[in-house]
């Protein structure tokens, strides 16, 4: 623990009386990106306020660098850059103004507040809006100018609360490309209910569902969870259910509309082939045949024990 | 602090940077420009008049601008305080605070600092008035206007906090906007609810604001005030860091609200001990200490230990006072007529009962008293019960002799009491003079002085030939019991009252008594002074009395050429008696008229002599005349031939001597009708001024060395002039109304246009 970044033990948060957050435990000992995953409401927000000290726990213990968070938060927090999903900007101040008044509020010293300014400018792309109202920005670079504020004072562990939220399709390859690039040097901590974005940016992952930590492991055993086990049969007429189902490893069938089946099978083995064969062999008429990738939804409900309800 | 000062730097950049404030300080700009140049032009126009300027300082700032600040501030703040925390909140950027390494103090704290900062930009803006007037008014009071602009800044601050707190609860900003100016509006007229419950009273009155900077703008920097300023800030401020402590959970609920209801009863309890009387502590920053009560009361005051309590008994149908000055809602106001006494005497206990019984004033009426002051209750919505019957008031005190209207009752701890009235002119209620008058009659120092004279003129008489109007009445403030006399009866055979300094023989019916006569002998021998007044009618009793002072009633009336009444001798002051009575030089040019009056003569190998008064020197002139005299004569015409002696003739003298180590004192007059209820009543046309009450006034002041009346009169404060010509009033009206909210608004423009387009 002592070398650790982050040590999240025990954490429990109650808002009047319904627990946002029960009994969550994971650590961040190295640089690189852990993704925060859930579907909205499951507790990643509030998780990610109480490890920024924006919001005191009910219940168990933050760890920054080895600093008790509710004892000396003010020590710990010169640790922490935090990028809400709304972005804590001034909207009348200009980058520069802000991003100086964002380092004092981290306690840099007077004589490296400029040079860290112009370096978080740099890295984010924004140097030469340097007097550019933050009103007057586009929402990616908004974005980017809350991403400086967080990295700012160098801390070890920078939060990131959907940070692709709300921008489009190339504001978000550009922000993901950045936050790995701040990976490199230290820990993040993102949050996303977006599975491909866990899949882009994310070495580690930590999966938060009706605020239970239900999985936590690397990107590669997060994959394993999310091999299919399902396929769509489409057919040109009636599908001949019972068939199909005698089909070895199929586990069950779900008729669908429009002539087609979910099949569930058991995943180790390769159904697909032998519904084809089959259906080649009995003229089933089989126009179509399609591996389901797993939806996130599906993937919360097996981590955490339930059955996708149809 | 480096935290603080980085929060409020960038809070006041948000400000600045944004229109809002610049709008908001170019319309204070104009108001206080109004509030400025309305003294200032009535000064000019008041010295083009050649009229005298007097506490030119107070009439411009206390009085003027910094009132109308004051007044209306509450106004504009919540424009300013609106978006402090609601902004950070709605917008999101409190979380860079709270992921900060900044504690909620130092973000409430910061907060703060830059209204402070924004509160010395307001009264920095003052500082142009101050300017010009230190510039223009001669001897300007510059203390004067630093303690008035301590108030304004403890006042800003304090509404700011409350803004702060408020700002902190909701997150909208037009909703914080109105919500801090209903609370606000409530703070400062909340003043005037329940002021007739005791209890509430005291809440209410410490629930209002603004009147707490009243005394700052008057010059009087008070330790009471001053905390309760820095209280209410303090508390609103801790407030609002539980609030912050409370929406980051790191206070629950419940320690949350336990951590308010300790912060508001520990403020509560600290305003409570400050505001007790002995704890106050005051610096008057005039320069003639207008604010304090003056040595002269002071030292009376040094004389009373003990305790002392003022009771104020208040008549429900009383018409004239009772209500006005005493009634249950006015109480506070009341007391604060006392503050300055109890500034130096902090056990001073000042208690209200109310009654209703008949008063001497009151219209005459055939309702029974109990329905009447049953209306009279209902229509000033008090409570009934609360009023004592006439039967009740009578078990704890005899009120009739004071007529059962509005009257005080001060009484030492030693049983000693006295009353204090109310007084039937402008002003109405007691001034410094009276009040020190009548405590002093509660040291016992008090001069005694006595009255002998027959049923001719009454002290206590109501008909016109009577005295009573300038010796006994209650509700004139410048008779003598008001004045601070101990005013004695003396029937000329017993021994004098003890202490007795001035004897007053006024128009005797009969010759005294060979055994009166050997008494009041007696008394100026041994050095006492007299007060002799005759008559056309009382000549020949008042003669043996003249007589021990070596002057003669002389024979005859002295008549004057008029139209109408020539035996109306119009008397004028002597030069000689202007050097012995200063004052009298105020009213030089004024006239004392007396109807029928007789000559003086006097000797003066004893006494030194003063003429006071002789008649006039006119054309025709004044005749003595010795043969009878009829009112109803036609043409009443000098005439040598009759006997008439025409020529000047002393009707009031002064007499001088010195007597057993003291210096003896004697007035003669020889009329008595120029002090009669009837002469101060009747009004003289043909009489550009009558001064029979100002004469009189320093005659029995004379008497009594100067004692009395109390000479609270402090020296006029310097500031009496103004630099600047009249005509060109239009052109400061311009820099004023004009120039400077422009540049204030074109400057804030430029910032906003120039930033906006970034």
Known sequence: ?310 | MKQIWRIAKTEMQNLFFSPVAWVVLAIYAIQTGMAFLEPFGQALRHQVLEWQLWNVTSQLFGGGVFASVKQHIFIYLPLITMGLMSRETSSGSVKLLYSSPVTSGQIIMGKFLSMMIFALVMIGILFIYIGFAAVTVGNLQLPLILSGLLGLFLLICTYSAIGLLISCLISYQIAVALSTFAVFTALNYVGSIGQDIPFIRDITYWLSLSGRADGFLRGLIGSADTVYFLLVITMTLMLAVIKLRMVKHSLTRMTGWLSVAGVMVIAVMFGYVTSRPVMKVYADTTINKSQTITPVSREIMSKLDGGLTITTYVNLLDPAFSMSFAAPNQVMNDMRRFEQYVRFKPEIKMEYVYYYDQAVNMPVSSVPLREQAEKAAEAKRLRFSRFKTPEQIRDIIDLSHEGNVLVRRITRGNGASTSLRFFNDIQKVATEREISAALQILTGDAPVVAFFGGSMRDIYGLENKDINHLVAEHWNRTSMVNLGYVVESWDGLSPLPEKTEILFIVDLEEPLSDRALKNVSDFVESGGNLFISSDLASREAMRPVAALVDVQLTDGILLQSSPEDPSLIKAYITLPAMTMFPQLERISGGTVTMPGTHALAYDTTRFRVTDVLMTMMMQTGTWNRLRPYNRMEREVKYEETAGDQRGRFPVAIALEREINGRQQRIFVGGDTDWLSNGELRTSRNEIAQQVNIGVWSEIISWLGYGKLPLDVNRPIAPDRNVNYEYVNLGTLKVVFYGIIPALLLVGGLVIWIVRKRR
């Open chain 1, 1 to 310: 623990m002592k070398n650790s970044i982050l040590v999240v033990d025990h954490l429990s948060h109650r808002y009047t009386t319904q627990w946002a957050i029960r009994d969550i435990n994971f650590e961040i000992t190295r640089s690189g990106v852990l993704g925060l995953l859930g579907s909205n409401g499951a507790g990643k927000s509030t998780t990610m306020n109480i490890i920024c000290g924006v919001l005191s726990q009910t219940e168990g213990e933050v760890y920054i660098n080895g600093i008790d968070l509710k004892k000396h938060p003010e020590q710990a927090k010169m640790h922490i850059g935090f990028l809400p999903q709304k972005p804590p900007l001034h909207p009348d101040l200009t980058i520069d103004e802000y991003l100086h008044h964002c380092a004092g509020l981290r306690r840099m010293p007077g004589s490296e507040i400029r040079r860290s300014v112009e370096e978080a400018k740099e890295r984010c792309g924004i140097a030469h809006f340097s007097k550019r109202l933050l009103r007057n920005l586009s929402g990616g670079y908004q974005q980017r100018v809350g991403i400086a504020q967080a990295i700012i004072h160098s801390p070890a562990l920078v939060v990131l609360d959907e940070p692709t939220n709300g921008l489009d399709p190339n504001q978000i390859v550009e922000i993901r490309k950045l936050i790995k690039h701040i990976a490199e040097d230290r820990a993040v901590l993102l949050s996303t209910h977006i599975l491909s974005e866990v899949q882009a940016t994310c070495d580690r992952i930590n999966m938060i569902e009706h605020g239970h930590l239900v999985f936590s492991g690397s990107l590669g055993e997060f994959d394993n969870q999310i091999i299919p086990d399902t396929l769509i049969a489409v057919f040109a007429g009636t599908p001949p259910m019972e068939a199909v189902g005698k089909v070895d490893g199929v586990r069950r069938i779900v008729e669908l509309s429009g002539n087609r089946l979910r099949v569930y099978y058991n995943n180790e083995q390769p159904v697909s082939h032998r519904i084809i064969e089959e259906s080649v062999r009995h003229k089933w008429d089989m126009t179509e045949i399609n591996v389901e990738r797993s939806s996130l939804d599906a993937i919360f409900a097996k981590l955490s024990g339930k059955e996708i309800v149809e």
